[in-house]
């Protein structure tokens, strides 16, 4: 130990003052419950006030390295105002929207992150008029800010990013979040709420949270540990392995159809891209191995108990999907011509899905839902914003250079590629658990290709 700290003491310091913070956080997060107030959590935000001022790209990776416990306990911590309710996450993401705000705005040389924040810009602007006829102003806000604040995430750590050891400190920050996903499912365990029945499963599902997230999540969180060990030292790769067993097995329990397809994909365009990679060998071979084990049971889930995969059967297939986006077009085809380029309102503002199933449901694909809600400008800028990303990945690919950029430039096609697929079935728009993690990735990615661009043999 002695040898360690003078190796290097100042590494060691900041890890345990980390995980100091981290244990006071999540602690105060308890006792807050267990007394039932939040003015315990005080002091730690006050502690977080003094961070975000001073290491803004400290607050930034603490925040995201505990997400999954922050969304645990929104019910609990929330802010009245009258009749209005905002949980813990809309307060935070107001928080990043309104500080780091700056980070958008700043200087930029590269000419394609400015292309992706001029779109971003536009896209803020015209998705905001939306708010003023949702369902209500509160409830406007609360989804705009769900809409806007992944790409404030994006360029914050674009800009706050400022040399090669902050892209590998911001990456194990990101894969740190793995403990907080199991410190999810046992405190689940603890309150013995671990499983859920939706539709007739039985679901794993996290503390506090809406199974659809967790699974989504896990997913998530599953990519950004394939993308850690890519980039990280053998010493951490047995346990980082690990951690991916136990996270697959996890989501295989959600029976969450769009969550197993993000995992297929991560995985399948993984080993395209790091075949060379023995971890890619060992996960091809597993995967092929519990589908056949598990194929039943799969196709069961796919097919939800349908005879045969038949168009006459789709909306049992897509779990009334088709239905949802009849209703959510057919009233957009009838809207006025503004409300079509400006969005109809956050929400079902017109209670149309209240009318046909007796309760609220969005429409369960994230374009229809952008399309509907924030409008057909909204909807082309989100599309070019991951095209632009697209190609400026596929810039990286090629390098025979084995640098940072080049790797991450992979994962983010691979992440790309999942959104615009999983959100088809409605993956991560309004998601904002999973959706900032991902745009997090595509700022550091943006950084690396910023931080190395003076190397000769990867390409401008």
């Not at 779109?119 to 102003?137: A, D, E, M, N, R």
Request: net charge positive; hydrophobic share 50%.
């Amino acid at each position: 130990m002695k040898t360690l700290f003078k190796k290097s003491p100042q590494t060691i310091k900041r890890f345990l003052a980390f995980l100091g913070l981290i244990s006071l956080i999540i602690t105060s997060a308890l006792l807050a419950v267990y007394i039932g107030h939040f003015v315990i959590l005080l002091p730690v935000l006050l502690i977080l006030c003094v961070i975000v001022i001073n290491k803004p790209i400290l607050f930034l990776n603490l925040f995201l390295s505990v997400g999954p416990l922050i969304w645990t306990f929104s019910d609990v911590f929330y802010i009245s105002i009258g009749s209005f309710r905002i949980n813990t996450p809309i307060i935070i993401g107001g928080f990043i929207v309104i500080f780091y705000l700056q980070f958008l705005i700043k200087r930029i040389e590269d000419k394609t992150v400015r292309k992706i924040r001029v779109l971003s810009i536009f896209l803020i602007i015209f998705s905001f008029p939306s708010i003023f006829w949702s369902k209500s102003f509160s409830y406007g806000v609360g989804q705009y800010v769900r809409l806007i604040s992944p790409y404030i995430i994006l360029f914050s750590m674009y800009q706050l990013i400022k040399e090669k050891s902050q892209i590998k400190s911001s990456l194990r920050y990101l894969a740190f979040v793995t403990v907080a996903t199991f410190l999810t499912l046992i405190l689940s365990m603890f309150q013995q709420n671990v499983f859920s029945i939706t539709g007739g499963i039985t679901r794993i599902s996290g503390s506090g949270l809406y199974f659809q997230q967790f699974a989504k999540f896990i997913a998530v969180n599953i990519q950004i540990l394939l993308i850690f060990y890519t980039i990280s030292v053998k010493t951490s790769r047995p346990l980082i392995f690990i951690s991916f067993i136990g996270l697959s097995i996890m989501l295989y329990f959600t029976y969450h159809r769009t969550s197993w397809i993000i995992f297929a994909i991560c995985i399948i365009l993984g080993m395209f891209f790091f075949f060379e990679r023995k971890i890619y060998k060992i996960i091809s071979i597993g995967l092929v191995s519990s589908t056949l084990v598990f194929y039943k049971d799969i196709y069961n889930q796919f097919l939800r108990y349908a005879p045969t995969f038949d168009l006459r059967d789709i909306d049992q297939i897509t779990s009334g999907r088709t239905i949802l986006w009849q209703i959510y077009l057919s009233e957009f085809a009838h809207a006025p011509f503004y409300k079509k380029l400006m969005g109809i309102g956050y929400g079902d503002p017109g209670n149309l899905t209240i009318a046909y199933f007796g309760h609220y449901l969005p429409p369960h694909n994230d374009y229809i839902y952008i399309l509907f809600e924030a409008g057909l400008i909204s909807l082309i800028l989100y599309v070019l914003i991951l095209i632009t990303l697209f190609f400026a990945a596929k810039r990286f690919i090629n390098s025979k250079n084995k640098i940072i950029s080049c790797v991450l430039a992979k994962h983010t096609i691979i992440i790309v590629v999942a959104i615009m697929v999983a959100g088809l079935a409605g993956a991560f728009s309004g998601n904002i658990m999973s959706s900032w993690y991902l745009y997090a990735l595509f700022g550091i990615f943006l950084a690396s290709t910023k931080i190395e661009a003076g190397f000769d043999n990867c390409p401008k």
